[in-house]
């Protein structure tokens, strides 16, 4: 995530005050809600419980997780980072990651933001120099990027955008539900780097090619199928129609109901933990 700017240093310093966590706890959660798109947040911090998941106007989930004062606390604080990051322009995905040129004049639209954007006073970040956005205007604020051997890469949780140059080629990528945790060198063939995330090894044939040196590409490629999810219940696979129209409050309930069943003994420390894991993989 970019450096904080002097506005941004204030506001989070004012926010770990008003709600006792520390300046790095909530810098940690800042960037956690805004990959989120400001709807949600996958964290883990010590001062937040370890590992946990929020969603707005849903389910929170800390890994300490009978502390519900220590959950209110989170609630609240992801609240008030949502509603920050919601006055920021370019901040927040509105659904669409194409120019649009009107009147001469060129707009940007979702997590790109406007050349604009740059200059304003109040701004979180400190902008990253247009001469750095070799991935083009539509596209801030890299997780993680780097490059070897001619090649070069910067990964997008927020916007889910993997942009890759080689050979003078800038190829922007859908990463769908990947979060990409790795990345190695690879011996032969292909790009000279591969990913991996939860899902393990990422195959770039299978990911949607959303633009071409700033062009869409002339065949998409097809939509990979959805994976299947848990039921309810936290056990039985349920058929992708079922998991198409599964949605996150779903997971959150049945990790409730695993934690209640370990909690009376039904279900090992290490079963839950497993299933947890299982469940939170999916959102």
Not at 36 to 45: I, L, R, V, Y
Request: with cysteine.
């Amino acid at each position: 995530m970019a450096q904080l700017s002097p506005t941004g240093i204030l506001a989070v310093q004012d926010i770990a005050q008003r709600h006792g966590f520390s300046f790095d706890a909530v810098q940690s959660m800042l960037n956690s809600v805004i990959n989120g798109n400001g709807s949600m947040a996958q964290f883990s911090h010590y001062e937040f419980g370890g590992s946990g998941q929020w969603m707005q106007g849903g389910m929170t989930m800390i890994g300490d997780m009978f502390n519900n004062y220590l959950k209110g606390r989170v609630d609240n604080l992801c609240a008030e980072l949502s509603r920050l990051i919601a006055s920021q322009p370019g901040l927040m995905r509105s659904g669409s990651f194409q120019s649009q040129t009107q009147n001469g004049n060129t707009s940007y639209n979702g997590f790109g933001g406007s050349p604009d954007d740059a200059a304003n006073p109040n701004s979180l970040f400190v902008p990253v120099p247009a001469q750095a956005n070799w991935w083009g205007p539509d596209l801030k604020w890299p997780n993680s990027s780097g490059g070897q051997n001619g090649m070069r890469y910067a990964w997008f949780s927020q916007a889910r955008r993997l942009a890759i140059e080689s050979n003078g080629q800038v190829v922007i990528y859908d990463t769908l539900d990947h979060q990409i945790g790795g990345v190695s060198q690879q011996q032969s063939g292909g790009y000279s780097v591969t990913f991996s995330s939860q899902f393990g090894y990422v195959d770039l044939s299978r990911l949607p090619v959303i633009s071409i040196n700033g062009q869409p590409p002339l065949n998409p490629a097809p939509q990979p199928a959805p994976a299947p999810v848990y039921s309810n219940t936290g056990y039985a696979p349920v058929n992708n129609a079922i998991a198409s129209s599964a949605g996150d409050s779903d997971i959150f309930a049945s990790i409730e109901k695993l934690a209640a069943l370990q909690s009376r003994g039904i279900l090992s420390e290490q079963e839950y933990a497993s299933k947890k894991a299982e469940l939170l993989s999916r959102l």
